[in-house]
């Protein structure tokens, strides 16, 4: 399965990006994972960095931890998924 979120960034908020207005490509993406834990250990072996978690339950929908891999393109992670998204 596949999830596509098209997303419009109006401003810097939220999005990490320094000017987000005029940002064209695509910012970063997502993988729904069994363990939060294990999945960050394997990303920081190869060399990816914790950047910020977006929610405050990992159990829950729509938590996600980001990172951004060693040429600085971000990324996260969730276990239960996103909105739109199935468990």
Known sequence: MVNLALLNY???????????KTFAGAHHFGFQV???AETQKRIEAAGGQFF???GE???K???ERKFKDPDGIIFDISRKG???TSD
């Open 82 to 84: 996103w909105l739109g």
């Open 52 to 54: 910020f978690d977006l």
């Open 57 to 59: 339950d990992q159990e």
């Open 10 to 20: 109006r401003g810097e908020r939220g999005s990490g990006l320094k000017d987000a």
């Open 34 to 36: 069994e363990s939060i």
């Open 61 to 63: 929908q729509n938590f």
